[in-house]
């Protein structure tokens, strides 16, 4: 299975704003972080927006945040969403498919199950997981706050 870049975008945007939990972050953060064009994260950030996920504020003071804490934002949920319009398989799209043995084949059943077993694999996984305590993650992304907790040296500031 391959996940596509708009999915892969989105998974980017979501584990930058729960990295910076309790602020607004920018469009313009996110592409120096994140190594995506601002142009292509409108349209991510828009669609996670419509899907829940995501806060926006516009305006001079405007950015976006989670719109629900990241232990409620399942990886499974996000990957069934983004990536359920795409077709597996030429067999799985309803309008291209040209292919004469969809009738008789068994292994659209079979990458079927292979995509639920996917997901399934994904739904345990929140955004919290990928992030809380990941200080890779983390010191890449620039966090001033981790997971909802103030750094020990921004106490001292």
Not at 46 to 58: P, S
Not at 143 to 155: D, E, F, I, K, Y
């Given at each position: 299975?391959?996940?596509?870049?708009?999915?892969?975008?989105?998974m980017?945007?979501?584990?930058?704003?729960?990295?910076?939990?309790?602020?607004?972050?920018?469009?313009?953060?996110?592409?120096?972080?994140?190594?995506?064009?601002?142009?292509?994260?409108?349209?991510?950030?828009?669609?996670?927006?419509?899907?829940?996920?995501?806060?926006?504020?516009?305006?001079?003071?405007?950015?976006?945040?989670?719109a629900?804490?990241?232990?409620?934002?399942?990886?499974?949920?996000?990957?069934?969403?983004?990536?359920?319009?795409?077709?597996?398989?030429?067999?799985?799209?309803?309008?291209?498919?040209?292919?004469?043995?969809?009738?008789?084949?068994?292994?659209?059943?079979?990458?079927?199950?292979?995509?639920?077993?996917?997901?399934?694999?994904?739904?345990?996984?929140?955004?919290?997981?990928?992030?809380?305590?990941?200080?890779?993650?983390?010191?890449?992304?620039?966090?001033?706050?981790?997971?909802?907790?103030?750094?020990?040296?921004?106490?001292?500031a």
């Open positions: 299975m391959r996940v596509t870049k708009r999915t892969n975008i989105a980017r945007v979501l584990m930058f704003c729960a990295a910076n939990h309790g602020r607004l972050v920018t469009k313009s953060e996110i592409a120096v972080r994140c190594n995506a064009s601002e142009n292509h994260l409108a349209q991510i950030i828009n669609q996670l927006a419509q899907l829940g996920y995501l806060h926006t504020q516009r305006g001079r003071n405007g950015g976006l945040e989670l629900r804490p990241a232990e409620k934002i399942t990886i499974g949920e996000i990957f069934r969403q983004l990536e359920a319009p795409v077709p597996l398989a030429e067999c799985f799209a309803d309008v291209d498919n040209t292919c004469p043995l969809t009738d008789a084949c068994r292994l659209r059943k079979a990458l079927d199950r292979a995509a639920s077993s996917f997901y399934e694999t994904l739904d345990p996984i929140t955004l919290a997981d990928l992030v809380c305590e990941n200080h890779a993650l983390l010191s890449i992304l620039e966090s001033p706050v981790r997971c909802g907790m103030v750094p020990q040296n921004a106490a001292l």
